[in-house]
């Protein structure tokens, strides 16, 4: 049992109701008090000399009622708290991982354009916070690729020359709470093209089998603590050539949860910040996406 909170963030929009719902769900799988925060931006504005309009108490606030209200009947026996904060959501919410175990949120929130498929805050969130932090997407994103086995999946990436071991662990704790397997997509360059000459493409010194069999290699090896760990938990590795986050979208459909790392600070690049394949997941995968941070002293 977890003494940390699941901490889901809402605004009143469907998006953050669906996010609720699935913090709901994993908080009780974790044994997790659950925090339901809403950061109101209200603009404290008035002229010299003239009274200060402050927000309403948390008390009466209709998106925490509203919260109430959907959770009534559901959440016996837990642990539950509401919190309202006023000010930047951007930056309160990935405050809020500071003293959360899981940090959950929509895709989009109120504001911005309709055709956005994820908003600034959750990206905010998701590239700052302290905690693991999952996105729930609308429904009814449609993804191309082969209909995976029937039954609950955890699906995470794997970098075989740059593998993040705070990633797998994240995935494999998930799938053992959900009872669900952990698909290992571990993306490979290909094909691969080497420069003779200016203008000039000469064939790779090795064929795929061989690259493909030196990732599942590579991969097993990053595995096999993991799976000391987690004993009951079925891991299989999926060596696939191309893109990543193509490979991990496609990996999405129909799948409980998509793990990706957040990408860790480098020397000319010191600011915390979402890679490539990161965002591109979040953009487009049809299941919840979690991104968790670097282990303390990675980053």
Not at 28 to 42: E, K, W
Not at 149 to 165: A, C, I, M, T, Y
Not at 194 to 202: H, K, N, V, Y
């Amino acid at each position: 049992m977890s003494t940390l909170p699941v901490v889901a963030a809402v605004d009143g929009s469907d998006d953050s109701r669906r996010a609720l719902d699935w913090a709901l769900d994993d908080a009780r799988r974790r044994g997790a008090p659950l925090r339901v925060a809403h950061v109101r931006q209200y603009a404290v504005w008035t002229q010299p000399g003239g009274p200060v309009v402050l927000p309403p108490p948390p008390d009466e606030d209709p998106v925490l009622d509203d919260a109430r209200a959907r959770l009534a009947g559901r959440a016996e026996g837990m642990d539950l708290e509401y919190v309202g904060l006023d000010g930047a959501a951007g930056a309160l919410l990935p405050e809020l991982g500071a003293e959360a175990e899981l940090l959950v949120l929509g895709s989009r929130g109120r504001g911005g354009f309709a055709s956005l498929l994820l908003g600034s805050n959750s990206l905010a969130t998701a590239r700052d916070a302290e905690c693991p932090v999952v996105v729930v997407p609308r429904p009814g994103r449609e993804v191309e690729g082969p209909q995976p086995e029937p039954g609950p999946r955890v699906v995470v990436g794997l970098k075989v020359d740059g593998p993040d071991d705070a990633a797998l662990d994240f995935a494999f704790t998930e799938a053992g709470l959900r009872g669900a397997r952990v698909q290992v997509v571990a993306a490979y360059p290909w094909p691969v093209q080497t420069w003779a000459a200016p203008g000039d493409l000469i064939a790779p010194p090795v064929d795929q089998e061989a690259v493909e069999h030196e990732t599942r290699t590579l991969a097993e090896g990053f595995l096999a603590p993991h799976r000391e760990r987690h004993p009951g938990v079925r891991a299989e590795i999926h060596p696939a050539p191309g893109d990543a986050a193509g490979r991990l979208v496609e990996a999405s459909k129909d799948a409980d949860l998509v793990v990706v790392g957040r990408h860790r600070r480098r020397l000319l690049a010191p600011v915390r910040m979402l890679g490539s394949v990161t965002q591109a997941v979040l953009l487009h995968a049809a299941s919840p996406v979690a991104v968790v941070p670097p282990k303390p002293g990675e980053e």
